[in-house]
């Protein structure tokens, strides 16, 4: 039996390596396909690079930025998509303060401050738990290092100007999968559930003792769950 293409959409400001336990894991029953979400800064303008990338039909698995860009990508192309997996992300625009939040922190970065903005993001990237795990935190330190300042620059605006897709979950028709961590600190469960209730049979699953990187901070739970995804929904 082929394998299906498997294209999996890192968040902000991660790379390939958020997805290395599931690119090794589900190389069995997918091809893995890391997208780059990392070129442009607009939702519209990162999903037409990724569909120009992409062969022509595919399961997609986003996290965070990466689900924004997912959500963008069912808007431009559904017939592509095969299967959707959304991953510690959220349907809703930004609000004000988040908008400030994101300026300010390009602000720091374009002052060479990245560091102090990556260590003020850690508590609410990862469960309070990992922030001693020091081969996890210099794996998403390392990661934000190589995406760099003016990606993340291009990913903020990206994310600030984005739309509400919302109104447009219940149109969605394929195999769904909403996945989210327990503590995520930046969109909880129940903004998932939200999403879960509004796309048709779509399945949600929360992992315990789990923020916000779930790929990364219970990697066997996440790629236990995406491979039963990819299998048989």
Same mark, same amino acid.
């Given at each position: 039996?082929?394998?299906?293409?498997?294209?999996?959409?890192?968040?902000?400001?991660?790379?390939?390596?958020?997805?290395?336990?599931?690119?090794?894991?589900?190389?069995?029953?997918?091809?893995?396909?890391?997208?780059?979400?990392?070129?442009? @800064?607009?939702?519209?303008?990162?999903?037409?690079?990724?569909?120009?990338?992409?062969?022509?039909?595919?399961?997609?698995?986003?996290?965070?930025?990466?689900?924004?860009?997912?959500?963008?990508?069912? =808007?431009?192309?559904?017939?592509?998509?095969? +299967?959707?997996?959304?991953?510690?992300?959220?349907?809703?625009?930004?609000?004000?303060?988040?908008? $400030?939040?994101?300026? +300010?922190?390009?602000?720091?970065?374009?002052?060479?401050?990245?560091?102090?903005?990556? $260590?003020?993001?850690?508590? =609410?990237? %990862?469960?309070?738990?990992?922030? $001693?795990?020091?081969?996890?935190?210099?794996? %998403?330190?390392?990661?934000?290092? =190589?995406?760099?300042?003016?990606?993340?620059?291009?990913?903020?605006?990206? %994310?600030?100007?984005?739309? @509400?897709?919302?109104?447009?979950?219940?149109?969605?028709?394929?195999?769904?999968?909403?996945?989210?961590?327990?503590?995520? $600190?930046?969109?909880?469960?129940?903004?998932?559930?939200?999403?879960? @209730?509004?796309?048709?049979?779509?399945?949600?699953?929360?992992?315990?003792?789990?923020?916000?990187?779930?790929?990364?901070?219970?990697?066997?739970?996440?790629?236990?769950?995406?491979?039963?995804?990819?299998?048989?929904?």
């Amino acid at each position: 039996m082929s394998r299906p293409p498997l294209i999996l959409l890192p968040g902000m400001p991660l790379d390939a390596a958020l997805w290395d336990h599931q690119t090794e894991c589900l190389a069995e029953v997918a091809e893995p396909l890391v997208g780059d979400v990392t070129g442009h @800064d607009s939702m519209g303008a990162l999903a037409r690079a990724v569909l120009d990338a992409a062969p022509r039909h595919f399961l997609l698995a986003g996290l965070s930025l990466g689900g924004y860009v997912a959500l963008e990508i069912l =808007r431009q192309a559904p017939e592509r998509v095969m +299967k959707l997996a959304l991953l510690n992300t959220s349907a809703r625009p930004d609000t004000p303060e988040q908008t $400030a939040n994101r300026r +300010k922190a390009v602000d720091l970065a374009r002052q060479g401050r990245m560091g102090a903005v990556m $260590a003020g993001m850690l508590p =609410r990237l %990862i469960h309070p738990d990992r922030l $001693a795990d020091r081969a996890l935190v210099g794996s %998403i330190q390392a990661q934000a290092e =190589r995406v760099g300042v003016d990606a993340f620059a291009r990913q903020q605006a990206a %994310i600030i100007a984005r739309p @509400d897709s919302r109104p447009g979950l219940p149109a969605i028709r394929c195999p769904t999968l909403v996945l989210c961590g327990r503590e995520d $600190a930046i969109w909880p469960v129940e903004v998932h559930a939200e999403m879960a @209730d509004a796309i048709p049979g779509a399945r949600l699953a929360v992992i315990e003792e789990c923020g916000h990187l779930a790929t990364m901070e219970r990697p066997q739970a996440t790629t236990a769950l995406l491979r039963d995804w990819v299998l048989y929904r």
